[in-house]
């Protein structure tokens, strides 16, 4: 938790004489101005005993230190047409018990410890008189064994009354995922000129979302996705029942239908109640339901409590099976057991403070939030992770 709070307030200091130069935000400016800085810092802890490197059995214990920083800037053209520019960069490190196991016989490899950088920059252009925005956008991801490129667009139209609005936004990812095989797999165990294969993911999105009165608003979402390429991990083992021991086999295509519902209900001037269902389907064979409520509190005009509570349910894939089940008989086969059948659990709450003239006295940190929450799942495994997420306006 310490090293959550040094790491935000470090990049705060950063950030610290931005903040106290943002213009009034009533002003409509044809220069580009700094609009909102986010900093969010989050750690991630992790136990279990499903490793998919060591073919479903061993340990799952792992720890994730994850910090993003948010710079949304905006400007209005002379047709009064507002562009808002989003340039985010994420920093996560992590250290995994189980990646260190790829090579079995070394007390700790590189794989025990790895850092992912993943930036993006978001353009949109809205028209408030007519009700409309167009999108697009780029990112990256890169880290040690994984580097992703994507690229997105979108488009979105309001109701004459405002009240609803249709939004549709298309996006592709192109990765390279290195072929990092277990030691004993390798035909020269010292060589680390791994090689690279491709996997490519397309997807579409479709939402609707419609004020029905005061109280409620409700939105509507369906997505599909196609993944194409090699969709296994090569350091992923299975083992079969005769002690022999393989890399993960997936087939190289795979297609996702995520359909959702969302509604906000707010009751009184205290209450809101924020429910969400997902359901998911792909033709690996996993089913899906996903059930979240979150139920914001606010205490005084300044801070609110938000307990939430998140249940999931999903089958297994097709080529699942435990430690040593897997047959030569079987054309695919895996022992990752987040393709297993599983139910999960994610409870937890949050903390808010808004207060009018800044948290803390300071004017412009205008949002702090704090939110923890303990997931566990019913086949051994349970984590916790601990948000802080400071907002400059």
């Given amino acids: 938790m310490k090293r959550i709070f040094l790491t935000v307030l470090g990049i705060a200091a950063l950030v610290k004489s931005f903040a106290q130069q943002l213009p009034d935000s009533s002003f409509q400016s044809r220069k580009l101005k700094v609009d909102e800085i986010n900093l969010v810092s989050s750690y991630y802890n992790q136990n279990g005993d499903h490793a998919a490197v060591t073919g479903g059995i061993g340990t799952q214990q792992l720890t994730d230190l994850a910090n993003v920083f ?95 609005e249709l939004s549709v936004k298309i996006q592709a990812f192109f990765d390279q995922v290195k072929l990092v095989t277990p030691v004993e797999l390798r035909s020269n165990p010292e060589d680390k000129s791994y090689g690279s294969a491709n996997r490519n993911t397309i997807a579409g999105s479709l939402s609707w979302t419609q004020v029905i009165n005061k109280n409620l608003q409700v939105a509507f979402l369906a997505d599909i996705v196609h993944q194409q390429g090699f969709l296994s991990l090569p350091f992923y083992r299975v083992y079969f029942t005769d002690g022999s021991v393989h890399q993960e086999k997936l087939p190289d ?59 999931y349910n999903q089958s297994a894939v097709k080529y699942f099976a435990p430690y040593e089940q897997h047959t030569a008989q079987n054309e695919f ?57 400071i907002k400059y306006k």
Avoid at 93 to 119: E, Q, V
Avoid at 363 to 377: A, C, D, Q, S, V
């Fill in 253 to 311: 295509s795979r297609f996702k239908v995520p359909l959702g519902f969302r509604a906000n209900y707010f009751l009184g001037d205290r209450f809101i109640i924020r429910t969400w269902y997902r359901y998911y389907k792909d033709d690996w064979g996993i089913s899906s339901h996903t059930v979240n409520i979150e139920v914001p509190v606010k205490i005084t005009s300044f801070f609110s409590v938000s307990p939430f509570y998140r249940f």
């Fill in 333 to 389: 086969y895996t022992s990752n057991y987040d393709l297993s059948k599983f139910n999960s659990n994610f409870l937890g709450a949050g903390i808010r403070l808004a207060p009018p003239n800044g948290v803390f006295g300071v004017k412009h940190w205008n949002m702090l939030e704090i939110r923890y929450g303990h997931y566990t799942k019913n086949i051994n495994m349970n984590a916790n992770i601990v948000s802080l997420n």
């Fill in 70 to 164: 948010d710079i949304k800037l905006t400007k209005y053209d002379r047709k009064l047409r507002k562009h808002a520019f989003d340039l985010e960069l994420g920093i996560d490190h992590y250290t995994s018990a189980s990646s260190d196991k790829i090579d079995l016989k070394a007390n700790s490899s590189a794989s025990h410890a790895n850092t992912r950088i993943y930036p993006s920059l978001t353009w949109s252009m809205e028209n408030e008189q007519k009700g409309s925005t167009i999108t697009a956008g780029v990112s990256s991801s890169s880290e040690f064994d994984y580097t992703s490129f994507g690229v997105n667009a979108g488009f979105s139209k309001k109701t004459k009354d405002r009240s609803g």
